[in-house]
């Protein structure tokens, strides 16, 4: 599939609800999928990640990141607290690789203390699938 | 924030929304999966919507639904819109980049319009949203 396109450009919706403090929490395609798997020949480059809860943070933040395989990647994170119930954040492509087999996923660190608990998210996370 | 988007004609951009049971005439913000209202546009970028496809999971016997991006849910006048009718469950449409841009800040969406005769009310609308991230 590596010499069909020069790239691709992937937009993918996950959500969550019900977040859990002092935890790690995974989200997930709208039916519950855990992600997008990264086809041979390719890595996926994540550019942009936005992130909303649908009620507004009342104590501590919630921090969220590109996973491969449910393991945070450095790079591309968003935060949200008290003033930012929406934030959005984008990089170049190259900074981040995440390479084939693995799954992309986003994950959801909410602090110790993090309510409210009964909160929902919905991620939008953007990237290119460019050939290795 | 700044140019990180930038490659040769954009960073393109997928959205998906859905909404149950509208009423008729009257105009009705469909949401993310699990509810938000929608993509932030960020700073130093538009958001420029490029195409709108729209879907209902049973026939509408009557009336019109309109599907249309919005910008802090007001209705594009300039944008994509996907008419859904008798016998048209799906549609979609498509519409020129610069023609009316979402700027930075504002919450890019979805809405349907529906007229005074939509009878539909129960059916289950889904959504999607192309459009690309230029630098503004």
Do not use: C
């Not at chain 1, 909303?52 to 935060?79: H, K, N, P, R």
């Not at chain 2, 849910?73 to 498509?94: E, H, I, K, M, R």
């Not at chain 2, 539909?120 to 991230?133: E, F, I, Q």
């Amino acid at each position: 599939m590596s010499d069909v396109l020069d790239y691709i450009p992937v937009s993918l919706s996950y959500r969550f609800q019900e977040v859990q403090a002092n935890a790690t929490n995974r989200l997930t395609l709208p039916n519950g999928g855990a992600g997008f798997k990264v086809p041979t020949g390719y890595a996926f480059h994540p550019r942009m990640i936005h992130a909303e809860l649908d009620t507004a943070v009342t104590a501590q933040s919630i921090a969220l990141s590109v996973a491969a395989d449910g393991v945070a990647v450095s790079g591309l994170s968003v935060t949200l607290n008290a003033s930012a119930q929406v934030a959005v954040s984008a990089q170049r492509p190259q900074v981040v690789k995440i390479a084939a087999g693995a799954v992309v996923s986003v994950v959801a660190v909410a602090a110790p203390g993090f309510t409210p608990t009964t909160a929902g998210l919905d991620v939008v996370l953007s990237g290119l699938l460019i050939p290795v | 924030m700044s140019n990180e988007l930038t490659f040769q004609d954009g960073m393109p951009i997928t959205l998906v929304f859905s909404k149950a049971n509208v009423e008729p005439n009257t105009t009705t913000a469909l949401t993310l999966p699990q509810g938000g209202v929608g993509l932030k546009v960020p700073t130093g970028y538009a958001f420029h919507a490029l195409l709108i496809s729209g879907e209902s999971n049973a026939d509408i016997s009557a009336g019109t639904g309109i599907f249309k991006a919005t910008a802090n849910t007001t209705v594009l006048t300039n944008g994509p819109s996907a008419t859904l009718s008798d016998l048209v469950q799906v549609a979609s449409g498509v519409m020129r980049p610069h023609a009316e841009p979402i700027t930075a800040g504002k919450i890019v969406g979805v809405s349907v319009v529906t007229d005074a005769n939509w009878s539909a009310n129960t059916v289950d609308l889904d959504a999607v949203l192309v459009g690309v991230l230029l630098p503004a």
